[in-house]
């Protein structure tokens, strides 16, 4: 058998191949598309529908922010001295005025004793020279009587360092932290406490540019928290910022009594629920009406029997229902129920409630 022989032989048979190998193909194919499942034009959708109506809208906005002290400070020394008496633990609490540390002061003490002996001194001397007229000198007179002068401020600033060395708190609240113990020296300036004032917390939110006019100081707002969610807190709006952060938020400070048997700490979360009610008339739709996403909201509009996709623009929201800025008229009618076998252009029958 010459080459031009197998040649046409195995033209042949890569030809046949490729033959069988078509209608294999096509043969899967229409298998396939048989099993695809295509919507009957003519079908007809079962919904749920609404039509829009106007009517006030309210809403409720969720603010979370965490508790602050109300006040918090560093209790430091103002004089020297070895610390002879302590009058705190971390963690107690104590009332404004409540000794923190006493400092040692004998030798201050000895020296104000002195003092008041050269006083009483002084001052005979002083009111012995002003009665001897004109025996002496007023120059000599004047010095007696400064010397009087001189030891009272002295006899004052030793009073006033003996005070500086019994360290007080400035304020009630709890020793949150303790530096110092019996014995230990410290200077002007040594931190021997922290004092926070925890009996009025500062609940701090972030609130948007848009929504801040909403806050007015001294407005009552109620707090809840998830370690007492039984326990409503009644806060009061104490400071709203007069700029906005990086992220173009303004911080706004809520105070709130600490309850003894629902104590809050410092760190802790609470949530504030701000309630508005739009009294101009608006539209809105269930949420179930949604489809779509939030960033690119639609619904289905029905038309003459036809369900058409339609864009929308959302405003506010509360639980049950999301207002329409944008998208929808009024006597509008819309798929509220029945959308997971909705397509755009179907033909729907609207169920009967």
Same mark, same amino acid.
């Given at each position: 058998?010459?080459?031009?022989?197998?040649?046409?032989?195995?033209?042949?048979?890569?030809?046949?191949?490729?033959?069988?190998?078509?209608?294999?193909?096509?043969?899967?194919?229409? @298998?396939?598309?048989?099993?695809?499942?295509?919507?009957?034009?003519?079908?007809?959708?079962?919904?749920?529908?609404?039509?829009?109506?106007?009517?006030?809208?309210?809403?409720?906005?969720?603010?979370?922010?965490?508790?602050?002290?109300?006040?918090?400070?560093?209790?430091?020394?103002?004089?020297?001295?070895?610390?002879?008496?302590?009058?705190?633990?971390?963690?107690?609490?104590?009332?404004?005025?409540?000794?923190?540390?006493?400092?040692?002061?004998?030798?201050?003490?000895?020296?104000?004793?002195?003092?008041?002996?050269?006083?009483?001194?002084?001052?005979?001397?002083?009111?012995?020279?002003?009665?001897?007229?004109?025996?002496?000198?007023? &120059?000599?007179?004047?010095?007696?009587?400064?010397?009087?002068?001189?030891?009272?401020?002295?006899?004052?600033?030793?009073?006033?360092?003996?005070?500086?060395?019994?360290?007080?708190?400035?304020?009630?609240?709890?020793?949150?932290?303790?530096?110092?113990?019996?014995?230990?020296?410290?200077?002007?300036?040594?931190?021997?406490?922290?004092?926070?004032?925890?009996?009025?917390? @500062?609940?701090?939110?972030?609130?948007?540019?848009?929504?801040?006019? @909403?806050?007015?100081?001294?407005?009552?707002?109620?707090?809840?928290?998830?370690?007492?969610?039984?326990?409503?807190?009644?806060?009061?709006?104490?400071?709203?910022?007069?700029?906005?952060?990086?992220?173009?938020?303004?911080?706004?400070?809520?105070?709130?009594?600490?309850?003894?048997?629902?104590?809050?700490?410092?760190?802790?979360?609470?949530? &504030?629920?701000?309630?508005?009610? +739009?009294?101009?008339?608006?539209?809105? +739709?269930?949420?179930?009406?949604? &489809?779509?996403?939030?960033?690119?909201?639609?619904?289905?509009? +029905? @038309?003459?029997?036809?369900?058409?996709?339609?864009?929308?623009?959302?405003?506010?929201?509360?639980?049950?229902?999301?207002?329409?800025?944008?998208?929808?008229?009024?006597?509008?009618?819309?798929?509220?129920?029945?959308?997971?076998?909705?397509?755009?252009?179907?033909?729907?029958?609207?169920?009967?409630?």
């Amino acid at each position: 058998m010459n080459n031009a022989v197998r040649l046409v032989i195995f033209a042949i048979i890569v030809g046949g191949l490729a033959v069988l190998a078509f209608f294999k193909l096509k043969s899967n194919q229409e @298998k396939v598309e048989a099993k695809v499942f295509r919507r009957d034009s003519n079908a007809t959708v079962y919904i749920q529908a609404d039509t829009l109506k106007y009517s006030p809208f309210d809403y409720e906005i969720t603010y979370l922010g965490s508790f602050a002290p109300n006040r918090e400070a560093i209790v430091a020394s103002e004089a020297s001295g070895r610390v002879v008496q302590v009058g705190v633990e971390e963690g107690s609490r104590v009332s404004a005025g409540q000794l923190v540390a006493q400092l040692d002061t004998d030798i201050l003490k000895s020296q104000l004793k002195i003092a008041e002996n050269n006083l009483a001194l002084a001052e005979k001397t002083a009111q012995r020279m002003n009665n001897a007229g004109s025996t002496l000198t007023e &120059v000599q007179v004047d010095n007696a009587n400064s010397q009087v002068i001189a030891i009272k401020l002295q006899i004052e600033l030793l009073k006033k360092q003996i005070s500086m060395a019994t360290i007080k708190a400035p304020f009630s609240g709890i020793i949150t932290a303790k530096y110092f113990e019996i014995g230990s020296l410290e200077g002007p300036g040594a931190q021997m406490a922290v004092l926070t004032d925890i009996n009025t917390l @500062k609940l701090e939110i972030n609130v948007p540019e848009k929504e801040i006019t @909403k806050f007015k100081s001294g407005m009552k707002m109620n707090v809840s928290t998830d370690v007492y969610p039984e326990h409503i807190y009644a806060g009061t709006v104490g400071v709203i910022a007069s700029k906005t952060d990086a992220t173009k938020n303004y911080t706004v400070k809520i105070l709130v009594p600490n309850h003894s048997n629902f104590p809050l700490k410092a760190g802790m979360y609470g949530t &504030v629920i701000q309630s508005n009610n +739009i009294n101009a008339k608006s539209l809105s +739709i269930p949420r179930a009406a949604l &489809v779509g996403s939030n960033k690119n909201p639609e619904v289905y509009v +029905i @038309k003459d029997g036809i369900a058409k996709r339609q864009r929308i623009e959302l405003g506010e929201s509360n639980k049950d229902r999301l207002q329409v800025i944008q998208g929808l008229n009024e006597n509008d009618i819309i798929a509220v129920g029945g959308l997971v076998n909705l397509t755009d252009g179907i033909k729907v029958t609207i169920a009967e409630n």
